[in-house]
């Protein structure tokens, strides 16, 4: 594995800039917003991916083959190298009314737990350092494949344990709180919803 990377990205800055300019009174400065209002803005974010993982796995598949379950022919053997990446964020479509509460120049807001919004391996970097084939064992065309997708399955597990969700609810809330800030409240707070809901 390799090390992790907080991802803010120019778009979701560019993104928080316009939410940031709507929010503006008619004169640029702050406008008192209503729950309705700020509902909308925060919702128009989207879902914010606020951190990506970069990680690498070395996955070893061997599948050994037998005549009649009982001959052994020899096995197929693959060693991957795997090159992932994984990303977390909060989807703000779906904070909802009852999650915002408003009173004047303070506002609470309740954000969706941090997902997993994507996990792949990237290609260029990702390549089989060996493969074998039994010598009397047929081949096996779909071991690469099977390799691939037990080395993303270990590398999303990885991210998790590691603590990519926990990260990127708290890059979320930093972003929301400042986007709220600018937009005129003097008391921002982010929770995050319990995970029963």
Request: charged share 25%; net charge positive.
């Amino acid at each position: 594995m390799s090390g992790l990377v907080a991802l803010v990205g120019v778009v979701s800055a560019l993104i928080a800039a316009l939410v940031v300019a709507r929010m503006q009174g008619p004169r640029g400065g702050p406008a008192l917003l209503n729950t309705a209002t700020v509902l909308q803005r925060i919702q128009s974010l989207a879902q914010l991916v606020t951190v990506k993982y970069v990680l690498e796995k070395i996955v070893i598949l061997e599948d050994p083959k037998y005549l009649g379950g009982l001959i052994p022919l020899g096995q197929n053997r693959i060693v991957l190298l795997a090159h992932g990446q994984v990303k977390a964020g909060v989807d703000f479509s779906e904070v909802h009314a009852e999650d915002l509460e408003v009173s004047g120049r303070r506002i609470v807001v309740t954000l969706p737990r941090a997902i997993v919004t994507d996990a792949y391996l990237v290609e260029q970097r990702t390549q089989v350092l060996d493969y074998r084939t039994g010598l009397l064992a047929p081949f096996d065309k779909t071991l690469e494949q099977t390799a691939r997708r037990q080395a993303l399955l270990e590398i999303t597990r990885a991210a998790r344990q590691n603590g990519i969700e926990e990260e990127a609810a708290e890059q979320a809330r930093k972003q929301l709180t400042r986007l709220l800030e600018a937009g005129g409240f003097e008391a921002v707070e982010i929770r995050l919803r319990s995970p029963q809901r």
